[in-house]
C-alpha cells in the first residue's frame, strides 16, 4: 500500500507540473493584447523580433552569431517553435549568420528577402537553409517597396526598399527597410540603408516616414540617420544596435550629435542589454 500511495503521489506531482505548463501558456498567450517590439542584444549587428497582438511573430535579421538562440528564448514562450516571418535584410555576416541556425531550429512560413546578391560562405549557407526550409513548406518572397506583411489585429509591416530587383548593387543599399504600423503608432527598420536611400525615402514619402521609434541605420554610423531622414521620422525614440567594442567606434559622434540635435533620447543594446518597447496603438511604451 505504501509503494502505492507513493506511485499515486508521484504521478499526481507529474500531472500538476504538467497542466501548470500548460496553464502558464494559454495565460501567456492571453496577455499577448499589446505590439511588442524587441532589439535583441546579439552584439555587433542587428536582430529585430516583433510579436503582434494576434500573436504572429516577425524576425528582422540575426545577428552575427548562434547567440541569437539564447536573446529569443528571453522574448518569447518556451513552447514556441515557429515564426510567421522571417526578414535577412541583406547578407552581410552581422545581419544574417545567426539566421543559419535559427532556420535549422524553427518552423518558418515565411521568408522575406532582399534580391540583393552576397558572395561569401555565410551568405551560401542561409541560401542553403533558406532552401532547405522552401522544400519544407516555407514560402520564399521578394521584398519590393509597396507589400504589406499583415500581422493581423491591425497590425502590418510596409516595405519600404529596395524598389527594384537589385541583384548587383551595394549590399547596404539593397537592404530592406520595413516600417511596422500599429494604430497611430509605427517603428522604423533601417537596417544599414545609406544617406543616399534615406534621402530618397524622404523624397517619396516626406511626413509619411514618422515613426514613434527609429532603429539608427547601420549601428550608429555616420554614414547613416542624416539630419533629413530623422528630421521626417521625428521619432520618439531611436535605438543602437551595436557590440560595445566594435572596431568601427559606432555610434559615429555625428550620429550622436544629430539625435542630440533633435533632442531624441536613444537607448543602445551594448549598455541597455535587450530594448523592448510595445504599443496598445494609441502609444508606445519603452520596458
Not at 26 to 38: A, H, I, Y
Not at 106 to 130: A, C, F, K, R
Not at 176 to 202: H, K, W
Amino acid at each position: 500500500m505504501c509503494t502505492s500511495a507513493r506511485i499515486v503521489g508521484v504521478a499526481i506531482v507529474v500531472l500538476a507540473v504538467v497542466a501548470g505548463g500548460i496553464w502558464a501558456a494559454v495565460f501567456d498567450k492571453t496577455r499577448n493584447e499589446n505590439l511588442r517590439v524587441s532589439f535583441l542584444n546579439v552584439g555587433e549587428g542587428d536582430a529585430i523580433f516583433i510579436q503582434a497582438p494576434s500573436g504572429r511573430t516577425v524576425l528582422i535579421d540575426g545577428g552575427p552569431d548562434v547567440g541569437v538562440l539564447r536573446q529569443l528564448s528571453t522574448v518569447s514562450p518556451w513552447y514556441t517553435h515557429s515564426i510567421d516571418v522571417v526578414i535577412p535584410s541583406h547578407p552581410d555576416a552581422d545581419h544574417i549568420t545567426g539566421l543559419i541556425d535559427v532556420l535549422e531550429r524553427y518552423h518558418i512560413s515565411y521568408v522575406v528577402q532582399s534580391s540583393v546578391l552576397g558572395d561569401t560562405p555565410i551568405w551560401n549557407m542561409l541560401e542553403n537553409e533558406i532552401a532547405k526550409s522552401a522544400g519544407h513548406g516555407t514560402r520564399i518572397i521578394t521584398a519590393l517597396r509597396g507589400q504589406i506583411i499583415d500581422l493581423g489585429s491591425g497590425a502590418y509591416l510596409e516595405i519600404l526598399s529596395p524598389d527594384r530587383n537589385v541583384p548587383n548593387v551595394d549590399t547596404n543599399v539593397g537592404c530592406v527597410v520595413t516600417r511596422l504600423v500599429y494604430g497611430a503608432t509605427s517603428f522604423m527598420f533601417s537596417c544599414d540603408a545609406p544617406q543616399n536611400i534615406e534621402d530618397y525615402l524622404v523624397y517619396l514619402d516626406g511626413k509619411n516616414l514618422h515613426s514613434d521609434v527609429l532603429k539608427a541605420g547601420h549601428h550608429g554610423s555616420k554614414n547613416s540617420s542624416s539630419p533629413l531622414f530623422v528630421g521626417f521620422v521625428d521619432p520618439q525614440y531611436a535605438v543602437y544596435s551595436r557590440g560595445c567594442d566594435n572596431k568601427y567606434g559606432f555610434p559615429a559622434a555625428e550620429t550622436v550629435a544629430t539625435f542630440k540635435q533633435f533632442d531624441i533620447p536613444t537607448f543602445d543594446t551594448c549598455t541597455d542589454g535587450t530594448v523592448t518597447f510595445t504599443s496598445d496603438g494609441q502609444k508606445v511604451t519603452k520596458m
